[in-house]
């Protein structure tokens, strides 16, 4: 798809309209993400609007970035991090008609697939996203801004759904009643979290908080982990954010839009390569606290997602894009089918994580 782009976006970067190609490309529910293709280059570049409806800071992940990548190049300087390329004005961002865009270069010879092909590339991946919490470990995570408030904090995900579920119509509460009891039987995962969440040894860590598959650069021959990407929402988190996301996206052959919930199955030989693979990285790097948390990493970040469709069903489906009434509902369901697979399996989920903590 070709796109009608404000000529004064690449202008801001030095391209003229006439001499680039641009693609939409990406599935991402939140930015609109191009590639630039200038005449006058070799190199491409992926262009990125940043949804401020979302990101309601941009200057903070531009603070982050820089914060980072400053100490990545000093002391890791061979690590692959996708800094934004400059306007020319030498501006992080270019701020154009109160929206703001950036561009990153574009790595040639990879691929960011949008599902699992094999458990390689769960291992890979999980093995980059353990990777850069490992080199920032030593990194005061205290010194980033938070680039959404709150952003995986079950507590305040759990007091927007009650907020919201308090001011729904009727109608709506009805429509989502399986679900909503599903989301208050659940309820124990809030307070199992809260019950660790105050131990010394379950520190705020530098999280990359977006894990899916797609945020990963494969090589396209090898599948070989190359980076990381979509660095939007790095900032101080739980550990349990990273690791329990790629449960959430890589155990199922099928993504939260499915409807049919026959298909949702936990697929084990995804499961060990992800754990795998972020233990390669994150292993002596844990502490005992978080190594006692990684099966329920999953049930956290999975029910937190499943709480944030509810949610957004509840106040009229206005933060996740649907292209039919009740898919928010149908995510919902979604999530806490896979929740109750991750739950059945418990015991030969736990062996397998304990296998690799040895
Ligand atoms: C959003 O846009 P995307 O797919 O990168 C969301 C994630 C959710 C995900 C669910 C900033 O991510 O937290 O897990 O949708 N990102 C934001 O598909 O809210
Ligand atoms: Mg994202």
Partial sequence: MELNLDSEVLEAYGYAKENTKITQIGTGLINRTYL???QSEEKKYILQNINTSVFKSPLSIAHNL??????LTFNFPDYLFIKPVPTVKSEEMAHIHH??????????????PEVLAYPKQAYEAAKQFGK?????????????QPTIAGFHD???RYKQFTDALNQAEETLRETAKTQLSDALAHQYILDYYNSYSHRNDFPDRVM??????????????????????????????????DLGDMMRTYLCACSENETDLDKIKLRLPYFEATVKGYLSEMKGIL???????????????????????????????????????????DRVKNQFKLLHELSVNEKELQGIIEENLV
């Fill in 208 to 241: 990359h908080h977006d894990t899916k598959i797609s945020n990963v650069l494969l090589d396209r021959e090898t599948n070989e982990g190359i980076c990381v990407i979509d660095l939007d929402t790095i900032m101080p988190g739980k550990f349990i954010s």
């Fill in 287 to 329: 502490t005992e606290t978080e190594k006692e948390l990684i099966l329920f990493s999953g049930k956290y970040m999975i029910y937190m997602q499943a709480l944030r469709f509810l949610t957004d069903f509840l106040s009229g489906n206005t933060y996740y894009p649907i292209s039919y009434p009740t898919q928010n509902l």
């Fill in 99 to 112: 929206e703001y865009w950036r561009l990153l270069p574009f790595v040639p010879n990879t691929i960011s």
């Fill in 132 to 144: 850069l919490s490992r080199l920032l470990d030593k990194f005061d995570a205290k010194t980033l």
């Fill in 66 to 71: 820089r914060a980072i990548a400053d100490y």
């Fill in 36 to 38: 630039l293709s200038p």
């Fill in 154 to 156: 079950l507590n305040l």
